[in-house]
């Protein structure tokens, strides 16, 4: 190999991470920095106004088993929403996975982060092998029935949304914010901001009044602001009525 003078770095000349995908080969899908962050968001915003917490179950990256025939058969969403089942398994501990024929709930809506080596299986473009399981897209719109199934692309900013209609999954028109899911009461749709400190666009879900369902962390600083608001309000009418604010303070004190 051609040596330059000086020397190029090993940043220069050695393969970068889109050469070296982080997706384990026999288990394509392995979480990359983006599908650890996305379905954070999606389970801190998954929040249906008509099902308490304790009856709303989320999974990400989780083995998915759906077939008591076949019990090593498994799909493993990048994220999953169950509405009507509790939050605990058998109402004390948390999932190792979900089975189905344990839970007796099948999911309500599944969402599919693309990446290059799992788009032809996530869009089901791929035939079922023989003697092979049924692919994902087989797994959700005939078995499991799942009556919402989002893909989104975060190269592209792309997001596909499907909704069963009587035995097959239909491609959805997003309007507006994004598709309502009436059940849940919920939207889910492309939100321009800031999470984990990158600002990008994030999949979220929104309220009937196309608010962006607010995280625990936003709430608190929602009230923190709306707090410090009333206080310099407060500060605004002592000053107009000339009392001294910190005679006033004193006296409280």
Known sequence: MYQ???PLSPRETLPTMY???SENLEESGLPDEFHALQPELLRHTFRPPNYSPDEIFTGSDLNLYYDSRHLQWY???DWF???GVSRLYEESDLRLSYV???ESVDPYVVVELLSPRTEQEDLGKNVRAINKPPTK?????RILRIPYYFVFNRYTDELQAFGLVTNSYQPLTIEGRGIWLEEAQLGLGLW???YAGIDRLWLRW???DQNWILMASEQEKQRADSAELELAKLRQLLIARGINIDQSAQGIM
């Not at 897209?137 to 719109?141: F, G, S």
Request: aromatic fraction near 16%; charge should be negative; charged fraction near 25%.
């Open 81 to 83: 929403g169950v509405l």
């Open 19 to 21: 050469d070296l995908p």
């Open 206 to 208: 929104y309220d009937h």
């Open 4 to 6: 330059t003078d000086p």
């Open 137 to 141: 897209w087989e797994v959700y719109e």
């Open 75 to 77: 799909k493993r969403p």
């Open 192 to 194: 321009q901001g800031s």
């Open 100 to 102: 189905i024929w344990q």
